[in-house]
């Protein structure tokens, strides 16, 4: 594969880290974005780091100013920043709903608006934005959650249709229940009974997902677009 330049959002979380680490090991540019958590990686040739607080405009577009200044263009753009604030809906707060749509929907939509009309201008691209199961079954105390990841996969969906014609194809992956990620804050007795309720019995592994973004970015799958990609152990299908 072509050396890219690859910007991974919430680089610095447990899915984001080992995103990080495939894909140098690919020998891509990568541009790693972090925020509160700081990445343990050099800042060199290869690896771009950047921090920036993604429910502010102006920093998104610095970051993408940083980048196109930079490297004079963007190949891929993996959307994988994302928090959760559990709650049932009627106590869910307006700060809580707020800050989850702002960093899980609004932040990957400005991020592509950023940096789209250089994609098109070099008539190629890869967007993949990071979406969950909640999203396509809902989970009770995931309102906010689970709205903001089905609001990535419509924003997939229409952004895939509207950039077809320039080369740039843009796909999501939904993810069920991985080995990191946000089910480290998950208490031990709440992580066994969602693993029973998964079909094949086990956590994913983040191999599965890098592996699965290999693929998308390749030009072997330069037919693929405005797709959502389940990886969940057959939680949906």
């Known amino acids: 594969m072509d050396k890219k330049v690859i910007l991974i959002t919430g ?9 990080a ?27 771009t780091l950047i921090k920036a607080d993604l429910t502010q405009s102006a920093d998104i577009q610095k970051l993408a100013d940083q980048v196109l200044s930079k490297f004079g263009k963007i190949d891929v753009i993996i959307n994988n920043s994302g928090i959760s604030r559990n709650a049932v809906t009627w106590k869910t707060t307006d700060e809580d709903w707020d800050e989850t749509i702002l960093v899980n929907l609004t ?9 789209l009309p250089s994609m098109r201008q070099n008539n190629q691209g890869v967007i993949i934005n990071i979406s969950s199961v909640v999203a396509q079954t809902g989970v009770p105390g995931t309102a906010a959650y689970a709205a903001s990841k089905a609001g990535l996969i419509g924003l997939t969906k229409t952004m895939a249709k509207e950039v077809a014609g320039n080369n740039i194809r843009v796909n999501a992956i939904s993810l069920g229940y991985f080995e990191k990620g946000m089910i480290s804050n998950v208490p031990e007795g709440l992580k066994n009974e969602i ?7 086990k956590l994913g592994s983040v191999k599965n997902i890098c592996q699965t973004i290999s693929w998308l970015i390749h030009e072997d799958s330069d037919y693929i677009t405005g797709q959502v990609i389940n990886l969940n152990g057959g939680l949906f299908s």
């Open 107 to 115: 932040a990957p939509f400005k991020i592509c608006r950023a940096f």
């Open 195 to 201: 693993i029973n309720q998964i079909p094949m019995k």
């Open 11 to 19: 680089a610095s979380g447990g899915i984001g880290l080992e995103l």
């Open 21 to 47: 680490s495939f894909f140098n090991d690919e020998k891509h540019h990568l541009v790693l974005h972090y925020f509160k958590n700081e990445i343990n990686l050099p800042n060199n040739d290869s690896i």
